[in-house]
């Protein structure tokens, strides 16, 4: 836009230098009219043909238009630069994913636990992937995902039909998975094995049967709510962590692992999660603020502690982001790590504080 508005002021310098040579060449009885044809403001013509010239006001209010543009442009590139992504991608796709999961949680419950056992199968085939390309380690995805998706999609079915615990459930699904992993591996060399192996029962458990916390949530009778809890929770830690970290972050809070975290990041994330979980936990759960507090504070601990992990993990492999199929965000593993480690420790918070299993 710069370049235009630029280009636009060149050719009227040029336009009224060419005009007054030529009044200089020009015999003095034509100069008047010259001179008025040279300051005459340039004119557009509407759909009907009719001549239109901009007025004083139109010319000031279309330059305000492109003073502000550029300005928004410079700022949001600001943004972006700073945060190491595209912002005005990446709060699209949590918008389009906060509104799936909400409006699934609230009218198909089951609609909701099919995205997380997608969301978990989509996480382990992003890590799987890496490992490979990095470690050249041979996950078996076969047996990793099917147990995965059974663990997701039976934690909530068991305890709808009153089949049996969930917690017997991830026990034995866990404990089979794993069996098949070993054997399933023997096909392959003997090199690499015990790598193999390693990586494959660790892909169960994270994000497999910690992200499976999410659906034990669901299982309450105010299951709903309590998700609700969670993904607010963590949302808040993440946006309060950012948005304070950017504006004033000046101390590194885990130079090591994370550099551009920062401890005035982390007293954000405290402050509105803080007051969202709380006002959530009051209001919609019906409990007192002090329980409220002990939560949000439980939330935020590990849903940084999450970030920490998912970070330390690339570090280790080299990448920046897990993968891309999600714009601004990076891959799944990069949207729900922080979720993925609080999913269990709010499940068993919210069981101490409030009841019930």
Not at 127 to 156: C, E, H, M, N, T
């Given at each position: 836009?710069?370049?235009?508005?630029?280009?636009?002021?060149?050719?009227?310098?040029?336009?009224?230098?060419?005009?007054?040579?030529?009044?200089?060449?020009?015999?003095?009885?034509?100069s008047g009219d010259q001179d008025a044809a040279a300051q005459?403001?340039?004119?557009?013509?509407?759909?009907?043909?009719?001549?239109h010239v901009p007025s004083g006001a139109e010319a000031t209010?279309?330059?305000?238009?492109?003073?502000?543009?550029?300005?928004?442009?410079?700022?949001?590139?600001?943004?972006?630069?700073?945060?190491?992504?595209?912002?005005?991608?990446?709060?699209?796709?949590?918008?389009?994913?906060?509104?799936?999961?909400?409006?699934?949680?609230?009218?198909?419950?089951?609609?909701?636990?099919?995205?997380?056992?997608?969301?978990?199968?989509?996480?382990?085939?992003?890590?799987?992937?890496?490992?490979?390309?990095?470690?050249?380690?041979?996950?078996?995805?076969?047996?990793?995902?099917?147990?995965?998706?059974?663990?997701?999609?039976?934690?909530?079915?068991?305890?709808?039909?009153?089949?049996?615990?969930?917690?017997?459930?991830a026990v034995w699904v866990v404990g089979l998975t794993s069996?098949?992993?070993?054997?399933?591996?023997?096909?392959?060399?003997?090199?690499?094995?015990?790598?193999?192996?390693?990586?494959?029962?660790?892909?169960?458990?994270?994000?497999?049967?910690?992200?499976?916390?999410?659906?034990?949530?669901?299982?309450?009778?105010?299951?709903?709510?309590?998700?609700?809890?969670?993904?607010?929770?963590?949302?808040?830690?993440?946006?309060?962590?950012?948005?304070?970290?950017?504006?004033?972050?000046?101390?590194?809070?885990?130079?090591?692992?994370?550099?551009?975290?920062?401890?005035?990041?982390?007293?954000?994330?405290?402050?509105?999660?803080?007051?969202?979980?709380?006002?959530?936990?009051?209001?919609?759960?019906?409990?007192?603020?002090?329980?409220?507090?002990?939560?949000?504070?439980?939330?935020?601990?590990?849903?940084?502690?999450?970030?920490?992990?998912?970070?330390?993990?690339?570090?280790?492999?080299?990448?920046?982001?897990?993968?891309?199929?999600?714009?601004?965000?990076?891959?799944?593993?990069?949207?729900?790590?922080?979720?993925?480690?609080?999913?269990?420790?709010?499940?068993?918070?919210?069981?101490?504080?409030?009841?019930?299993?």
């Open positions: 836009m710069d370049g235009h508005v630029s280009g636009s002021d060149s050719d009227t310098d040029a336009q009224s230098s060419a005009g007054v040579g030529e009044s200089s060449r020009a015999p003095l009885t034509g005459a403001p340039s004119s557009t013509h509407d759909r009907h043909g009719h001549r209010v279309e330059h305000a238009l492109t003073e502000f543009a550029d300005a928004t442009q410079h700022a949001v590139a600001e943004v972006n630069r700073r945060a190491g992504r595209d912002i005005i991608a990446a709060v699209g796709v949590a918008i389009v994913i906060l509104a799936a999961l909400g409006s699934t949680l609230v009218w198909f419950p089951w609609g909701f636990v099919v995205i997380v056992a997608l969301g978990v199968a989509a996480a382990q085939i992003e890590l799987s992937g890496v490992l490979a390309a990095k470690r050249q380690v041979r996950v078996q995805k076969v047996p990793l995902i099917a147990g995965s998706v059974v663990l997701a999609l039976g934690s909530y079915a068991v305890d709808a039909f009153g089949l049996m615990s969930p917690a017997l459930l069996v098949v992993i070993l054997v399933v591996r023997l096909a392959g060399p003997t090199s690499g094995y015990l790598r193999d192996v390693g990586a494959s029962v660790f892909l169960l458990i994270y994000p497999g049967l910690l992200a499976s916390g999410v659906v034990s949530l669901l299982s309450h009778d105010q299951g709903p709510w309590w998700v609700a809890t969670l993904v607010v929770g963590v949302a808040a830690t993440d946006t309060g962590g950012y948005l304070v970290g950017v504006v004033i972050g000046k101390h590194q809070f885990a130079p090591r692992i994370s550099p551009k975290k920062s401890w005035e990041g982390v007293a954000g994330s405290v402050v509105l999660a803080g007051c969202l979980v709380t006002l959530m936990v009051t209001v919609l759960l019906h409990q007192t603020w002090w329980k409220g507090v002990i939560l949000a504070m439980v939330i935020v601990v590990t849903a940084i502690a999450g970030d920490l992990v998912e970070s330390v993990i690339k570090r280790d492999l080299g990448v920046k982001d897990m993968g891309d199929l999600l714009p601004g965000h990076g891959g799944v593993m990069d949207r729900v790590d922080g979720y993925i480690l609080a999913a269990f420790p709010t499940w068993l918070t919210m069981v101490f504080l409030f009841g019930g299993v």
